[in-house]
């Protein structure tokens, strides 16, 4: 063999072995990805469905019995005496919360998408015309009668209610343009905004567990700087990790796969703390 076709051979096996080793680390980072996505996707229904237990028995319960008065032990706005229209609204705001938070974490799951398309698109309809009833009555509950969390409080959770419809917004258009992948991303921001006021308690939770003391809140007024930054928070931050997940998805440096991997398993064991915090703290007690 010539001293070039030597060189050549070595040259092509180091280029085809350098391939190999990169398709390896590439493939393994993107398992290491989707694997710390389905982990941060099972605590995450674990923990909605925790709350819906909450939601159902405990506001079920005090509904059912006719004992509406029931509900403030928990909201301070809840049933106001002579007030129809607004105690309606909240009684709905109830109802579909529980349906959403049932139904929420089903459109995610991808067995169910391929195995029962049409269950996928009812159930679809009436999460994002649920998000918009939700959202348009927490807005009227919001400003007719005030929210735990003062002034700051309204405008943080206002938004929340109008990133919450302009996505929902953005999944229907991009699932009728059968951009499926678009949808995808759309449907998860929506799913995570959506998430908004769970994120809020499992959040607040986290934070009295760490300090076991209320820091940075009168716990009296519900007000403060630290609530006011959980306000804005409670999406905004998921939001932004959904983000990097994204670029982390459409990235080919097997390095960044793995930081944003780590970095949601981290995310995800802080979320169990919070969850493991809620439950204790305010949901099991209840029911
Ligand atoms: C989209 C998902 C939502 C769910 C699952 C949800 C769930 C709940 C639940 C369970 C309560 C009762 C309080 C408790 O026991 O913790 C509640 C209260 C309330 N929600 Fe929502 N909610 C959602 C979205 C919204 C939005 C977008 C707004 C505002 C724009 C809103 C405004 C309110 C208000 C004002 C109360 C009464 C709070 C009080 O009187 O202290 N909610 N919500």
Same mark, same amino acid.
């Given at each position: 063999?010539?001293?070039?076709?030597?060189?050549?051979?070595?040259?092509?096996?180091?280029?085809?072995?350098?391939?190999?080793?990169?398709?390896?680390?590439?493939?393994?980072?993107?398992?290491?990805?989707?694997?710390?996505?389905?982990?941060?996707?099972?605590?995450?229904? @674990?923990?909605?469905?925790?709350?819906?237990?909450?939601?159902? =028995?405990?506001?079920?319960?005090?509904?059912?019995?006719?004992?509406?008065?029931?509900?403030?032990?928990?909201?301070?706005?809840?049933?106001?005496?002579?007030?129809? =229209?607004?105690?309606?609204?909240?009684?709905?705001?109830?109802?579909?919360?529980?349906?959403?938070?049932?139904?929420?974490?089903?459109?995610?799951?991808?067995?169910?998408?391929?195995?029962?398309?049409?269950?996928?698109?009812?159930?679809?309809?009436?999460?994002?015309?649920?998000?918009?009833?939700?959202?348009?009555?927490?807005?009227?509950?919001?400003?007719?009668?005030?929210?735990?969390?003062?002034?700051?409080?309204?405008?943080?959770?206002?938004?929340?209610?109008?990133?919450?419809?302009?996505?929902?917004?953005?999944?229907?258009?991009?699932?009728?343009?059968?951009?499926?992948?678009?949808?995808?991303?759309?449907?998860?921001?929506?799913?995570?905004?959506?998430?908004?006021?769970?994120?809020?308690?499992?959040?607040? @939770? &986290?934070?009295?567990?760490?300090?076991?003391?209320?820091?940075?809140?009168?716990?009296?007024?519900?007000?403060?700087?630290?609530?006011?930054?959980?306000?804005?928070?409670?999406? &905004?931050?998921?939001?932004?990790?959904?983000?990097?997940?994204?670029?982390?998805?459409?990235?080919?440096?097997?390095?960044?796969?793995?930081?944003?991997?780590?970095?949601?398993?981290?995310?995800?064991?802080? @979320?169990?703390?919070?969850?493991?915090?809620?439950?204790?703290? @305010?949901?099991?007690?209840?029911?």
């Amino acid at each position: 063999m010539s001293e070039a076709a030597i060189t050549k051979t070595i040259a092509v096996d180091g280029v085809s072995h350098h391939s190999t080793n990169q398709l390896a680390s590439h493939s393994t980072s993107r398992d290491w990805l989707g694997h710390s996505a389905k982990l941060w996707f099972a605590v995450t229904v @674990m923990g909605q469905w925790l709350f819906a237990a909450y939601v159902a =028995i405990f506001y079920g319960g005090v509904t059912f019995s006719g004992d509406l008065a029931g509900w403030n032990k928990v909201m301070p706005h809840g049933y106001v005496a002579g007030d129809t =229209i607004g105690n309606l609204a909240v009684g709905m705001h109830l109802f579909l919360a529980l349906v959403v938070l049932i139904g929420g974490p089903l459109q995610l799951i991808p067995q169910i998408r391929s195995y029962a398309p049409k269950f996928h698109r009812f159930n679809g309809r009436i999460y994002i015309l649920t998000a918009f009833i939700l959202s348009l009555g927490g807005l009227f509950m919001v400003w007719t009668r005030g929210v735990a969390g003062g002034e700051i409080g309204k405008y943080s959770i206002s938004l929340n209610a109008i990133l919450i419809m302009m996505f929902a917004g953005m999944a229907v258009y991009h699932a009728i343009k059968r951009d499926i992948k678009t949808h995808r991303r759309w449907a998860l921001r929506l799913f995570i905004a959506m998430g908004g006021v769970w994120f809020f308690r499992i959040g607040l @939770m &986290l934070w009295l567990m760490v300090h076991q003391a209320p820091v940075g809140f009168d716990p009296k007024t519900f007000e403060g700087p630290f609530l006011s930054f959980l306000g804005f928070a409670q999406y &905004l931050i998921p939001l932004a990790v959904a983000q990097l997940y994204f670029a982390a998805s459409d990235s080919k440096n097997p390095k960044y796969k793995l930081a944003i991997s780590l970095g949601l398993v981290v995310l995800t064991l802080a @979320m169990a703390g919070g969850i493991f915090a809620a439950s204790m703290g @305010m949901w099991l007690p209840r029911i």
